[in-house]
């Protein structure tokens, strides 16, 4: 699998995609903070006519770390953020389980992948989706749903090492500092790294 050019949809982790993250979670809406061109690389997909959606694990609420009404002010925060900056999301997925619940959703379980897909009718079109995340949760997730990741360096992990083990289960994955700059090569003005 390639990265996608001009794709009908960009699924995007959140926490270290969107917003900067933290090892001990987003927990208020405080603490969400934009990764600097994030919001405006957003506004760039929508005004190309691609649908961009957010599929996020959120084990902060099933671990009782916050509150549904913590979340919702976060998500508040960051749609409000977006829609500033010109920019629209189609499609919100979460998962507030923890990783022992075992769900369907969880990444890297496909689940909110494939909910996110039908939800925007693409099922059928998976080749048209491309995802966005920055750890290898991320990319078994879109792998195991068909669809082609891409990674971006700005979470909080060692990006080389979660590269490496992102290439065994896609081998021409690509990384990119920010979301940003991985808009920038979708939208065709950038190289690859």
Not at 2 to 27: E, W
Not at 125 to 130: D, F, G, I, T
Request: charged share 20%; glycine share 8%; hydrophobic share 45%.
């Amino acid at each position: 699998m390639t990265a996608l050019t001009h794709p009908a949809a960009v699924l995007l982790d959140r926490d270290g995609v969107i917003n900067f993250d933290s090892p001990d979670y987003i927990l208020s809406a405080d603490q969400w903070q934009p990764v600097p061109g994030a919001l405006e690389a957003i506004a760039r997909l929508h005004k190309a006519g691609i649908k961009v959606t957010i599929v996020s694990n959120q084990s902060g609420l099933g671990r009782g770390m916050m509150s549904q009404d913590s979340f919702n002010a976060i998500h508040a925060k960051m749609m409000l953020a977006i829609e500033q900056a010109g920019g629209f999301i189609s499609h919100v997925s979460y998962c507030p389980h923890g990783p022992d619940e075992m769900c369907v959703c969880r990444k890297p379980k496909p689940g909110m992948v494939l909910e996110t897909l039908v939800a925007l009718g693409l099922d059928g079109q998976r080749e048209q989706a491309l995802f966005i995340g920055d750890s290898i949760r991320d990319v078994e997730a879109a792998h195991a749903a068909g669809v082609t990741a891409m990674l971006v360096q700005s979470g909080y992990g060692d990006a080389e090492s979660i590269l490496q083990k992102s290439r065994l289960v896609q081998t021409d994955i690509q990384a990119y500092a920010d979301l940003a700059e991985a808009v920038a090569m979708i939208m065709g003005d950038a190289e690859a790294c």
